[in-house]
């Protein structure tokens, strides 16, 4: 499947609706344990998500639309969360979540991308040059990588109590 | 975490919101596309969720609380989604996955499970002695690695896509 602009839209626009879907009304057990140490939580995890809104996507798509300086992208804090969660209950993490990610499909979506400004490159801080239509998949894959952690983290919780079963499921391992 | 019946029906009442709104509406590749020969699509799952309700938890759950002859459960078909599902669209699976579970934990419900009964045990084709809790903690993971395999599914699409962010996606390995 090639990248496509509108299809990668349909994901990116659903993911705060599918983790409230998951998460909203749990018990406490399975949105702040995590699989051990320096481990995520689900919770661990939408302060990621909500960190990746505010300084990942659009800012290193604006750096790469903008083909200035090298177009040198910030490196991302992945602990951020730790501080900026605090004092925040789930909900008020997936409103956050849920108004950033709008916002920010509305800019992307404002900015008419052409098929040449999706071969437009930037420089990541390790991985080098990366094309603005790969920023674009990996934002993406990024949402899906994250959706598929929070059932495996939640899944760990029963990992002695399935009994016998733990062999064929997956996901424990 | 131990097995706890109330916070098993917070996960297994979410499944088919949670599948609704991961895939409800999305272009045909992300639904119907897998991982290669011999794996299942977001689609597939669908189907296969279904049988489960009709052929696999409330029958054996039955099987265990009568403790009769053996207390031995059927095989479980594990391709039989390919049949059954068609001719039918991602939403008529939808529906029909989200009305059996519904009708499915409103049977559960209605045993009033008891603690001792959490014990009682059946006889699994392969994996022998199993009991009550272990079959229902079995459901919430069951569930819960689906909805992981459709969101890994999905992410593989754009395997190609993501260029050199490939090797920080563990999702795509």
Do not use: C
């Amino acid at each position: 499947m090639e990248f496509d602009l509108k299809k990668s839209l349909e994901i990116l626009d659903k993911t705060p609706t599918v983790l409230e879907a998951m998460l909203q009304g749990l018990s406490d057990e399975w949105i702040f344990n995590n699989e051990g140490d320096e481990t995520w939580s689900p919770y661990d995890v939408i302060g990621h998500l909500i960190h990746g809104e505010k300084t990942d996507w659009i800012p290193r798509l604006e750096i790469i639309l903008a083909q200035q300086g090298g177009s040198k992208f910030d490196p991302f804090d992945r602990f951020a969360q730790f501080k900026n969660s605090e004092g925040k209950t789930l909900h008020q993490l997936l409103e956050e979540f849920k108004i950033l990610r709008k916002h920010n499909l509305e800019i992307v979506r404002n900015k008419k991308l052409t098929n040449l400004q999706y071969t437009l490159k930037g420089m990541h801080p390790s991985l080098e040059e990366v094309t603005l239509a790969q920023l674009l998949a990996t934002w993406v894959v990024h949402d899906l990588n994250h959706i598929a952690q929070v059932a495996r983290v939640m899944a760990k919780q029963y990992k002695h109590e399935v009994g016998p079963w733990f062999e064929y499921l997956g996901i424990l391992k």
